[in-house]
């Protein structure tokens, strides 16, 4: 939030606890993925995937009853995003578990070269700001916020995607050093 301009570091103060569970939802999902792409096949265990998420995002807007902020979820939206998110997790997490060598540094030294690693986390990590963006339209917000709502969504999107090639580039080096 400190990249942002104070007047929408304003507007999204309170959303930030909404943002902070966000992200606990996603890691949710992620590890979901990660621990189904050693036992499913890809096509099966995605579509399982999707179907879980969706549960997962029941669980979180049930969270949010005390929150100024509705979310109504237009999977129609977010899902082809979601999707692709989910089978590049699916095949890397999938690749990774199939490397014979004990611990992440050395699986993911051996089946990625270190820019191949730092793209397809990077990938990653954008398709998650990309789903973030959709989001956006899903909100349902105080007439005041409503306003900003589509402003702040693409800065945040823009923060994110900025963010995102910074983490990319930041985790390859630790696993490559």
């Known amino acids: 939030m400190r990249a942002l301009r104070p ?9 930030e606890p909404i943002l902070v569970l966000n992200v606990e939802k996603e890691i949710r999902k992620d590890a979901l993925v990660i621990a189904q792409a050693g036992r ?5 265990g995605l ?3 999707l179907a879980r998420a969706r549960e997962i995002d029941r669980e979180f807007l049930a969270r949010l009853g005390r929150f100024p902020v509705r979310v109504e979820i237009r999977y129609e939206d977010i899902e082809p995003i979601r999707r692709r998110r989910m ?4 095949d890397a997490a999938a690749r990774l578990l199939r490397a014979p060598w004990h611990g992440l540094r050395p699986a993911v030294r051996a089946c990625y070269g270190e820019a191949d690693f730092a ?7 954008r398709l998650y700001a990309l789903e973030v963006h959709a989001l956006n339209r ?17 800065r945040l999107r823009s923060i994110m995607e900025l963010e ?3 983490l990319a ?7 490559y050093a």
Do not use: Y
């Not at 499913?40 to 099966?44: G, T």
């Not at 089978?87 to 699916?90: G, Q, T, V, Y």
């Not at 899903?138 to 693409?154: K, N, Q, T, Y």
């Open 164 to 166: 995102s090639k910074l």
């Open 47 to 49: 579509s399982a995937l």
């Open 87 to 90: 089978e590049r997790l699916f």
């Open 138 to 154: 899903s909100l349902r917000v105080p007439a005041l916020m409503a306003l900003l709502r589509g402003l702040i969504a693409d």
């Open 169 to 175: 580039r930041q985790v390859t080096r630790l696993l």
């Open 7 to 15: 007047s929408l570091r304003a507007a999204l103060g309170p959303l």
């Open 119 to 125: 793209v397809l986390l990077g990938e990653h990590l």
């Open 40 to 44: 499913l096949a890809p096509a099966e």
